[in-house]
C-alpha cells in the first residue's frame, strides 16, 4: 500500500492508497459520511460509505474531534467538485490519536487568544499560504543573489559594539566580564565581506528592543542584506528594483493558490513591474505638502507620512538623499549637496511602508573617523569598520530588505505579526 | 570600456578592459613590473611595460602597497602560465586608494592577531575558499530540503524558556518585566511546524553560553533542523545519510578550486558515498573497549571517545540508540528497550566529531508530562509543546545539522572559527 501526499494523489487514480493527516472538519448527509484532511500539502476530503468502509471506521467516525491525526486508506477517485480535483473512497481509518477538543473554533477569536495559540494557529490555511509565500519570499531573494555571484556571509548576531545608540539594544551578559549586544544589522560586517568577496549578501534574524506596537514592528525580524564593492547609489537603487522585480515574479509563478487563499488583489501585485517611481526626498515632502500634510525640511517621515507617499504610487517608490542629519553615521554625503546623504528608502505601495533602506557607505577614513566622533560612538569600537577605509577603500553601497513587511505587502496582512512563524512583540514572548 | 570581474575576462581575449580590485603583491623582473590583483571572484596579473602602460601609471607603481584598490585597464592576454589562464597587458591604473601598511604581512601571525584582523583576514585566499565552501554547504542543505518538499519556517532566537537549564544560555532583559533567553535550537518549534506542513526545516543562529575552549565549540553557531511528521527514527536516519551525500555531492561538484586552494585531500572527500556506517551506541562502547577506552554503559561520550570511535571509519558513522537517561527529555525511548532513547547522532570521519543530532520525539502527553517533571522544567512553559500531543499527536522525527563542524571537516580545518565570517568564542567578541 502506497503512503502518498494529497498534492500527490493524482498520480494514483483508480488505487488503493494511504493518507496521514488531520481532521480539518466532518459532516454527514444521509447515510455518507465525509472527513475532510490535510496533510501540509494540501487537502482532501475522504468518503466513508457503508459497505465501502469497513464498520470499524464507521465506528471510529463519530468519535473524532477536529485535528485528530489518521490514517485514512482508501480508492483515489476523480471528482470534478472536490477541491484539489480528488477525493478517497475509504475502505479503512486508523487513528494515530483522537483529539482533545480543539480550542482554535471556526468562529472569530481575539488576536490574542490566536498568538497564544500560535503552534496551533499555524496548521489554518491562512497562516498555511502566508508562510508558503514567506519560504518563496526568502528563497527568491537568495537566489536572486547566488544567481548573480554574490557570496553568502552570515553576520554576527553578538556583538560587542552599539553601534546606533544602546536604547534599542538586546544586551546580555558574555562570560561575566563584558556586554554583548544582539545585532541589529550585519551592514557593517558585509562592508568587510564586500572588501574580500567584491559582493556579499547575509540573511538572518536581527533585534530591536523598540517600544514600539504598532502594525509593522516586531522585536525580532528577518534580513537579507546585499553590500557590493565598487558600486554607488545608482548602483543599488537598480539592485532593489531588480531584487523585488524577482520577489515578486517567483511568488507569481509559484504562489497563486496561498494568494487566492488569502484573498489578495493580484492584480495589485501583477502591476509591480520595472521601472519603478523614483523620487527625491525633497519630491516626497512636495507630495506630502500637497496632501496637506507639510513637514519642515529636515525632517524624518513617521508611518503616516510614508503611508500617503506610498499611496500616491501603484508600484513601489525609491526615495533617495534624505538629509544627512536624520541619517546614520555610516552614510556618505552627496559630493554636490553636502546637506543630503546618498542613501535610498523603498516604500511598497498600498500603504505597506518601507521595505528597504540603506545607501552609499562612507569611504573616507577622515570623514567617517569625524562622524563617528559626532555620534558619540567608541572609536575603539570601530577601529576595525575604519580599517576598511585605510586599506584600500572603495565606493561601496548595499541595502537591508525586511523580509516581514514585504511578506506582509505581498500577501495584503493588515500586521506584520503574521508573516513570521514565532512573532516577538514587546508583550508577545510565548510561545 | 568594459568594466569586467576577473572570472570573466576570458570573454574579452584580445579586448581593452579595467578591473577594478585589490592589490595582493607586486613585483619587478628587469623594466617589466606585475601587480597581482583580486576582485572576490579570483586573482589575475596585470603586466606594466614601458611603451605599452602610461608613465602615469609606471610611476603609480611604485608608491603602491598591499591592498591598495585600483582600476587597472588593458588589454586581455590569453597566457597558459597566469594562475587563470589570462593576463592583462596595462595601458593605465588608477588608484581609488594608495593603501597604509598591511598588517597582515605574508609571514606567520598568531591565531589571536589574526582573530583581532578578521576583518581582513577574510581577504586571504584560504579565508575566501573556506567561506565559499560554507556558502555552498548552506545553499545544498537548503535545497536539499526545498527540493523535497520542507517548508522553510524560521525558529524564532528570543524563547521565554528554558529547554535545557539556564547554565549554558544566553539570557536578556525583555521590556524590564521578564527575562528572554537566546535559543539554543528551532527543534521545539519545528515540531509545532511539522504538525501544520507535515515537512519543515529552519536554518538559523543558535547560542550556547558554554564555557569550553576546544576546537570544536563556538558560542553562536549556525544549524539546519529538519522536522518531520509521520516519521521515525529509520526515516530520518535514512534523511541524514541524504542530506551528507547532497552537501558532499555540490562541494565536490562547484568547490574543487577552494578545496585545492586548502590542500585538502579530495580524495578523503570522494569516498563519502553511500551507505555510511550505522552501529549502535553499545557497539561504539565496544570500539573504544577495543581501543583501550572502556566506559561504562549510561556515560556519555567526550570529544576524544567520539574521535576514537569516527577514526574507526572512513565514512560518516551512525550511532543510534544512546542510554535515554543522558540525553533530553523531548526523546522518545525505545519501545523494545525502554533504557534506551530512539536518538541519533553522526559523527564526521577524521575526528571532526558530532556534526548531527537528532531522533524521534516523545508522542504521547502523559509520558512527555512526566518527563518534563522529571527533567524539573516549568510546566507552564512548555504547555504549548504539550498541546501539540493534545491534538493530532503523530510519530515524529527530526535532527540538526552543525553548519560550522560540516564546513570544518569538508576544509579539513583545525578549528571551527575559521568556517563562519566572524567567530564568537568565549574570549571573542570582536571585530
Known sequence: MAIVKIDAVGG?????VTICG???HKRSSGRIRFLMLRDGTGTIQATLIKGETNEHALDLYS???????LAVTGTVRRDKRAPGGYEILVSDVEAFQVADTYPIAPKEHGVGFLMDHRHLWLRSSRQWAILHVRHTVINAARRFFDDQGFTLLDAPILTGASCEGTTTLFETDYFGDRKAYLSQSGQLYMEAGAMAFGKVYCCGPTFRAEKSKTRRHLTEFWMIEPEVAFADLETIMKLAEALIVAIVEEVLKTRQQELHLLERDITRIEKIRPPFYVISYDEALQIL???????????????????????HFDKPVLIHRYPAQIKAFYMKNDPDRSEVALCLDVLAPEGYGEIIGGGQREDDTAILKEKIEEAELLAEDFKWYLDLRRYGSVPHAGFGLGIE?????LCGLEHVRESIPFPRLMDRLYP
Do not use: C, H, M
Not at 494514483?12 to 488503493?16: H, K, P
Not at 505638502?289 to 507617499?309: C, H, M, N, R, Y
Not at 513587511?405 to 505587502?409: G, I, K, M, Q
Open 289 to 311: 505638502k500637497d496632501a496637506g500634510e507639510s513637514l519642515p525640511w529636515g525632517e524624518d517621515f513617521g508611518g503616516s507620512q510614508e503611508t500617503i507617499v506610498s499611496n
Open 22 to 24: 488531520w481532521l480539518t
Open 405 to 409: 513587511r514585504t511578506v506582509a505587502w
Open 12 to 16: 494514483y487514480e483508480g488505487q488503493s
Open 63 to 69: 468519535e473524532l474531534l477536529q485535528e485528530s491525526s
